[in-house]
């Protein structure tokens, strides 16, 4: 280690040489120092972070953990990461060394976001801090089986938040009519918001699509990729998980939809992204049709579980739901709309009765 004066000027300058924790040796220099002090401390930083110690503070620790996700994770998946812990947990927890953070400690920082309120009074959704608990215990759980932390805090605090909302949101056969009614004006929010209800897509994945997907003699519809805007670029990736890939059988009405969406479409290639717009461009329109139409506000999102809530009305199994959707379990498929079978229940103890003697 090295701190010296950077030439003839009243900063600092810093060279260090140190060996991580992988073994490599790292030659670092860092100038413009406004203190000694500060170059020192600086040292002590770089090499906590370089040698894998955890007295290293928690933003220095978060970047080690970053740089491992980033090879991987998706890059919209690391993208996410990256927002909510800079947003929510990094400004808590940052400064303090990794080593030192105890259970009191997250305890606090919970208590700090379930009393949050916006000038509206609102709190923060259960499922949005189950969300955010869940990416803290993630860095630690990663700190204790590669770093040596001998535990996670999380653990003894206790979770906050909810797996699932209270009341899952979506539209009725009748709602989304009415809102779809109310957008003919527009051919592109048109065929895009036809095609979200009647295959259950999901947001990236309809962004994505190209006319080589739509198959309009055999009626289906390919979900090979997703699409997300990362750092002003447009990102093609694969779904989110293995049974993403999938054919989904559509009817005749969106065949129609897209058919004549496509035929108004200049010079449309293949392999051209069907609908070249971004979530942003979604949401807006979402906005705009439940404002003209009436209908309740209901996130983009949740016109997935209306269609699964429709396909469960419809008398469809969980499987095959969970084939449409592209979930990887069926059981993501029953924990998230087994709310939805109780009133098919009755229908059985109905048909039960008809053939009791």
């Given amino acids: 280690m090295s701190v010296t004066k950077d030439g003839n000027t009243n900063r600092w300058m810093s060279q260090i040489r140190v060996t991580d924790w992988t073994g490599k040796t790292i030659h670092k220099k860092k100038r413009g120092f406004a203190t000694k002090r500060e170059a020192l401390q600086w040292e002590r930083d770089f090499i906590s972070q370089s040698t894998g110690s955890l007295g290293m503070t928690f933003q220095d620790f978060i970047e080690l953990y970053m740089k491992d996700m980033e090879q991987r994770l998706k890059p919209s998946t690391v993208a996410n990461k990256r927002f909510l812990i800079d947003l929510k947990i990094t400004p808590y927890f940052g400064k303090i060394p990794l080593s030192e953070i105890k259970p009191t400690d997250v305890r606090k920082w919970q208590n700090s976001l379930t009393s949050y309120r916006d000038e509206k009074g609102q709190p923060y959704s259960q499922t949005y801090l189950k969300t955010i608990n869940n990416q803290l215990t993630a860095i630690f759980n990663y700190a204790v089986k590669y770093y040596g932390l001998k535990e996670n805090p999380c653990h003894k605090a ?63 519809l390919t979900v090979s ?114 709310h939805l079978y109780p009133n098919k229940q009755v229908e059985v103890a109905r048909q039960l009765d008809g053939i009791m003697p």
Avoid at 252 to 276: A, I, V
Avoid at 300 to 308: E, M, N, P
């Fill in 225 to 338: 990729k997703s699409y997300q805007r990362l750092n002003g670029k447009d990102v093609i990736t694969p779904p989110k998980t293995p049974k993403s890939n999938r054919i989904v059988p559509i009817p005749d009405g969106l065949c129609d939809c897209l058919q004549e969406y496509m035929s108004h479409c200049y010079d449309l290639q293949p392999n051209d992204r069907l609908f070249p717009y971004t979530k942003n461009f979604l949401y807006h329109e979402m906005e705009h049709g439940c404002k003209v139409s009436g209908v309740k506000r209901i996130r983009v999102h949740d016109i997935r579980h209306s269609h699964a809530s429709l396909l469960v009305e419809m008398g469809c199994s969980p499987l095959l739901i969970a084939e449409r959707l592209g979930h990887e379990k069926v059981q993501t498929t029953m924990d998230t709309y087994s």
């Fill in 158 to 220: 206790g979770s906050m938040g909810k797996k699932k909302a209270d009341e899952m949101l979506f539209w009725t056969k009748d709602e989304f009519q009415t809102f779809i009614d109310a957008i003919q004006d527009r051919p592109v929010s048109y065929t895009v918001f036809m095609t979200l209800y009647y295959t259950g897509i999901r947001e990236g994945e309809l962004l994505a699509l190209t006319p080589a997907d739509i198959d309009l003699t055999k009626k289906t």
